[in-house]
T-cell receptor
Framework: GIQVEQSPPDLILQEGANSTLRCNFSDSVNNLQWFHQNPWGQLINLFYIPSGTKQNGRLSATTVATERYSLLYISSSQTTDSGVYFCAVDASGGSYIPTFGRGTSLIVHP | GAVVSQHPSRVICKSGTSVKIECRSLDFQATTMFWYRQFPKQSLMLMATSNEGSKATYEQGVEKDKFLINHASLTLSTLTVTSAHPEDSSFYIC???????????FGQGTRLTVV
């Protein structure tokens, strides 16, 4: 099956700092999503981005499907950004089943 | 975004009993729902995929007789953990999407503790 690798696994920031999270995938994909899992376990949809670039406030994402990676940018980080960020992809070929990476655990200190 | 509601959010049950978890898509019809399990500080592991009106497809290593999945309507899927044991204690999360090539939305998750 498709392999999804996220980096870095852990990230500690001071409030106000910027960061870039990366998601590499081993095969072509139909769908790609970024999620934020909050401390209570809820997965919050950040971006549905199989290709191209999107922005939502302080967050933006870029997927370069031909090179099999996606980037999530967090600018001016806040303590509420803390949590785990997951990338999930559906491999091309018709299965349409989201496969998750291991996530990036982010801690933002005040 | 679309809303997926999962209940209960937390349940404690005795070993040997069964527990049912519900997953509802509140504002859209979900042709496909997924059930995941998550261990502490780990990623989500897919357990099964269910399509409305048909039998669920289980991932390798997931016992279909222990984890019964029913996708009875386009807005409701249930996961029943039968004869629960302490090793079944985990965080279970459901997901739903309108059609295969659309965004997936997740429920709040259910933390199951078997004592």
């Amino acid at each position: 099956g498709i392999q999804v690798e996220q980096s870095p696994p852990d990230l500690i920031l001071q409030e106000g700092a910027n960061s870039t999270l990366r998601c590499n995938f081993s095969d072509s994909v139909n769908n790609l999503q970024w999620f934020h899992q909050n401390p209570w376990g809820q997965l919050i949809n950040l971006f549905y981005i199989p290709s191209g670039t999107k922005q939502n406030g302080r967050l933006s994402a870029t997927t370069v499907a031909t090179e099999r990676y996606s980037l999530l940018y967090i600018s001016s980080s806040q303590t509420t950004d803390s949590g785990v960020y997951f990338c999930a992809v559906d491999a091309s070929g018709g299965s349409y089943i989201p496969t998750f990476g291991r996530g990036t655990s982010l801690i933002v200190h005040p | 975004g679309a809303v997926v509601s999962q209940h209960p959010s937390r349940v404690i049950c005795k070993s040997g009993t069964s527990v049912k978890i519900e997953c509802r898509s509140l504002d859209f019809q979900a042709t496909t729902m997924f059930w995941y399990r998550q261990f502490p500080k780990q990623s989500l592991m897919l357990m099964a995929t269910s399509n409305e009106g048909s039998k669920a497809t289980y991932e390798q290593g997931v016992e279909k007789d222990k984890f019964l999945i029913n996708h009875a309507s386009l807005t409701l899927s249930t996961l029943t953990v039968t004869s629960a044991h302490p090793e079944d204690s985990s965080f279970y999360i459901c997901s739903a999407r309108w059609t295969p090539n659309t965004e997936a939305f997740f429920g709040q998750g259910t933390r199951l503790t078997v004592v």
